[in-house]
């Protein structure tokens, strides 16, 4: 059964950096498009990053441009989120999430509260 486990969420001050991660299992790591979604609260949940299969193309969303990376491992069967100069408007939860063709997944999500 495909699972996906994120951690690395928390609390920091503006313009410090968050490191997340999503650990996969139950599918074939190496041919899933993985994304990070986030959703703050009474808003729709929102695409922040996607990665493809290989590794080698990555979009970002206006927000996350210049400041987020995402990469992914595909040995580990790991995507991360490199966020840096956090903002208290990127306070949400975050979501790792997993496509490959039709089928998709989500994680439970991990908590990322920007606020001094």
């Known amino acids: 059964q495909a699972q996906l486990v994120e951690s690395g969420g928390g609390l920091v001050q503006p313009g410090e950096s968050l490191r997340l991660s999503c650990t996969a299992s139950?599918?074939?790591?190496?041919?899933?498009?993985m994304s990070w979604y986030r959703q703050a609260p009474e808003k729709e949940r929102e695409l922040v990053a996607t990665?493809?299969?290989?590794?080698?193309?990555?979009n970002y969303a206006d927000s996350a441009k210049g400041r987020f990376t995402i990469s992914r491992d595909n040995a580990k069967r790991t995507v991360t989120l490199q966020m840096n100069s956090l903002r208290p408007e990127d306070t949400a939860v975050y979501y790792c999430?997993?496509?490959?063709?039709?089928?998709?997944?989500w994680g439970q999500g991990t908590q990322v509260t920007v606020s001094s």
């Open positions: 990665i493809d299969a290989t590794g080698r193309r990555t």
């Open positions: 999430h997993v496509r490959i063709g039709t089928a998709i997944k």
């Open positions: 139950g599918f074939i790591f190496g041919s899933g498009i």
